[in-house]
């Protein structure tokens, strides 16, 4: 029989001839053969199963073993013996080697036949040695999963006892670290994973027969994926997410808790071992991965691992996001992804890192018009909503975005606060160091932002606006000995004003806590107004000093009394409806006295900022008007009414409305009578103002925040103020809606070299703005000024800074005492010294880095920048 079947698949018959003749040689197994022809045909149904040159061959050997084992057992009970399993499993068979997954089905095939037979129990101790012994050699996906099928099917081939059941586990483990797809295509992939599967499934079975393997396995699994590259030869596989599944979800806290508290996992370690788990969020139907990256980021933020969270955040969110593209991963994406991001919150980095591709993905899934992908895109809206309201002052960043999902439902305030404060690191330790965030380089503006070391912003805008307003430049040329060198020391990315910030700080002002900016400034001024000397007038004087002159009149007997103040800033309030009522068209001009240069000779700075707050900014109108007035008795005719109700009417205040009612007459009567001197009694009065010595540089502080008595909180006015084009200006802008949060940002205008007088008069000359907004710095334009509530309500201009045309702010440009540096004022020789040795050290110390990095470019970029820098090294300026 044995010949036949040996012509039989040799020979050209056709395929249905073949077929017959098969099943007739199948049908003989049970005629008595003897004991040389069963092993006769054994070893040719043996040969044709694992050498058989077509699918049919191979077919025709496994049909006839199985049907000659079955009928003919004891006989192949002699022939499946122990030497020829070895042999299979250690040499292979023939040409065929010993790792083919062929190998594994003809042992499984045998083992089926005598199962009932005594020897199959030698079979399996011998198969728990070689189990073990092939995932030791880091078996192939298809080797592996076939041997796991084996070792499912059959139990009783799985190593014994705990050390081995353990050391099982965790060789199959590494195993599957070591698990690489072969190819790209779909087919290839699904078996790709279906054999993963096979694998993480039989880890679940041991672990669910043996539990006290789970945790050494996970053990070994963290000691895979923590190990730096160094000390690792290979990239441990995604494949690993397909044993997270297994893991019972009651083991996570124990676990993590463990994990971050263990004195001998190092930082390094665990921030290897973070991001490859972030890595497993790609593989498809693995379940609870999301959940297990979440536990671990909690867990470092409870022990406080900052540099790790921030580390990995920075280096896999884009990572993350990019996984949302795929169906089978997006939810668990999209979950790691808004813990991220929610919890990210000391500086808008991360968030700026997937900013560049929301718009495309949304345009994505709003083509797609799924059912899923709608609501995918509805939790995406509201997340990147709280990401932007938290971290205002990027209008060009955010303005694709708002107009990709304008028509998606927005989150009510209420809302975007409670989702913020939900899961921010800051809310757990109030010590983390906001400067730790990595510096994306030095900005194309060439001008260097300021790190922001705590709720510091109102002291950041405050420094870039004084500074274009060369206040900065002045107090440390003239406070040069006290403040002492290091407070301008680093031409860097990015400066920490550490020292600017103790040596300027009120002492009320609570540290790590957000303070109003406008009380900053002027606590600035007043100090080193005071502090600089007792000479004729001092440098802040000769900076931002005016003079105020009020005049009281007494309308019974018509007598006057006048006094004159110094001011170094205004603070003007909105105009309330019922005020305005009672304001004649003369009255809400700004006057000044004969010979004195009139207000529209001040216009805001062009290198000066717009302080803005997070709420609605103020675009200004035309400069206010001027004219020789006395004082006067307040009309109380039809003008009056016209004036009071063209204001009232209009849509959007200006600056000039603003001034204008501060320089109004105001009746002083009721409570607030006027006592006369020469009445000797309490009248009624009017009182005016006048501007009668202006400043070199003007600042408006607009008065957003207001006591509401019956909330007993202040609120804060969300009003829209218009700005001019004329006027040159920075503008300080508050994000936020209450003067107890928020944040602050600038813009800034550069005047240098910009036409007559220094001023620069169109909006549309390029790279002429600047946003600063703490660390980062770039070009913007007087439209974004414009249009910036609109699109963000709650950013508002709060404090403005104008510039008298024509100013030289008294400064001697041929000062013998220092350096003049593109019209800034003079530095004493000694400070320019200072800021030159420490630029060389800079230098210094970015060519040793060079060298250290082994950069073929390096040493020849770091001489580009040598030159460059040594070239520029008093541009202290552009802090």
Known sequence: MDKILEGLVSSSHPLPLKRVIVRRVVESAETPLSQAQCRAMFALSTRLVLQGPDPFQRQVGRQVLEAYGRYHRAEFEAFFNRGLVLGLLQRGYGELSNRDPAILDYIQAGLRLIMSCPSVLELFELLQVEALRLVCERPAPPLCARLCQLLGDFPQCLPRGRKLSLAFCQQLVRSIAHFQSQGSREAELRLYVSQVTQVSGLLRSVWKAEPDTLLPSLQELFAVISAAGEHTSFEPSVALASVVQHIPLQMITVLIRSLTTDPNVKDASMTQALCRMIDWLSWPLAQHVETWVIALLKGLAAVQKFTILIDVTLLKIELVFNRLWFPLVRPGALAVLSHMLLSFQHSPEAFHLIVPHVVSLVHSFKRDGLPSSTAFLMQLTELIHCMMYHYSGFPELYEPILEA????????????????????????????????????????????????????????????????????????????????????????EAYAPRIFFEASRPPWFTPRSQQDCSEYLRFLLDRYTACMGSEERTLIEKMFGGKLKTTICCLNCKSMSQKEEAFTDLSLAFCPPTSLENVSPKCMEPTSPAGETPLNNLEVNGGCDTIMNEGTTKDFSTEPNSENTTNSELDKGQDNRDMSQRLVGKNTLSVTDLLNYFLAPEILSGDNKYYCEKCASLQNAEKTMQIIEEPEYLILTLLRFSYDPKCHIRRKILDNVSLPLVLELSVVVHSGVSSESGHYYSYARNVTGSGPSGLCHQSTVPREWFLFNDSRVTFTSFQSVQKITSRFPKDTAYVLFYKKQNSTCGFNTSSANGLWINGDPPLQKDLMDAITKDNKLYLQVRWKLCTKSGLKTGKRQSKRKKKRDFSNSSNFHCL
């Not at 921010?424 to 300021?450: D, F, I, N, V, Y």
């Open 405 to 492: 999902v304008k028509d998606m439902p927005k989150p009510t305030e209420e809302k975007i606060k409670l989702i913020l404060s939900q899961s921010a690191w800051t809310s757990q330790s109030s010590s983390l160091p906001s400067c730790l965030s990595r510096l994306s380089g030095k900005s194309e503006t060439g001008k260097t932002g300021l790190i922001n070391l705590g709720n510091t912003c109102y002291m950041n805008i405050v420094f870039n606006c004084s500074f274009h307003c060369k206040l900065t430049v002045a107090v440390v040329a003239s406070s040069y000995v006290t403040l002492s060198v290091p407070l301008l020391r680093e031409q860097r």
